[in-house]
């Protein structure tokens, strides 16, 4: 035992070693990640507090191939905080989605603020919701649904059924339930 132990005593320090070095590396890697979105969200909180319109217009990167600008990542997460506060993370995320692909669709303006800001289109802007306090999950998950994670599948509509009182959506086939929102193509 102790002859074989002392031949591969090297490759077995080896072993280790990559091991704790492997280690150490994914949560350097984790630990930068973490920092750059934590950066991006004190210069977003920074710029609302000011008005920092240098900030808000500076470019995001993101996972998809289309770019996106600070101003879309505050504005979008502002109407998840209004429209899907309390919600499951995953429903959050989802009504960052439901914005997004409209912004695909022929039938909704092609821009974040142009669908947020469509005439009847979101409770949270007309009711004021949509300036309540920002829950940090908020832009997490706007951030989410612009790297292109979309819970929906592709849909366009989603709504309460406790609290919508419009006839027409409730026609739209529902894809799926995710906490209190139904959301349907």
């Known amino acids: ?21 492997s280690v150490y590396s994914a949560k350097l890697i984790y630990d930068i990640k973490k920092a750059s979105y934590e950066n991006i969200e004190k210069k977003l909180e920074k710029a609302l507090e000011s008005t920092n319109k240098e900030v808000l217009n500076e470019s995001i990167e993101t996972q998809g191939s289309t770019s996106y600008q600070n101003k879309d990542l505050y ?18 995320v989802a009504i960052g989605a439901v914005v997004i692909n409209r912004t695909k669709h022929p039938g909704f303006p092609k821009t ?65 339930v995710i906490g209190k929102h139904r959301f349907a193509k």
Do not use: H
């Not at 074989?4 to 090297?10: I, N, R």
């Not at 209004?82 to 995953?90: F, M, S």
């Not at 994670?149 to 086939?173: E, L």
């Open 1 to 21: 035992m102790g002859k074989l132990l002392k031949k591969y005593s090297l490759f077995i320090l080896l072993l280790l070693i990559s091991f704790i070095l």
């Open 112 to 176: 974040i603020s142009g669908v947020i800001y469509q005439p009847g289109a979101f409770s949270c802007v007309s009711d004021g919701q949509i300036n309540a306090k920002l829950e940090p999950t908020a832009l997490k998950a706007a951030r989410d649904a612009l790297n292109g994670w979309d819970p929906t599948n592709g849909c366009i509509y989603y709504y309460n059924p406790a609290k919508t009182t419009n006839r027409w959506i409730w026609s739209r086939k529902v894809m799926l």
């Open 75 to 92: 504005l979008l997460a502002r109407v998840i905080n209004g429209e899907a506060r309390g919600e499951p993370y995953i429903g959050q």
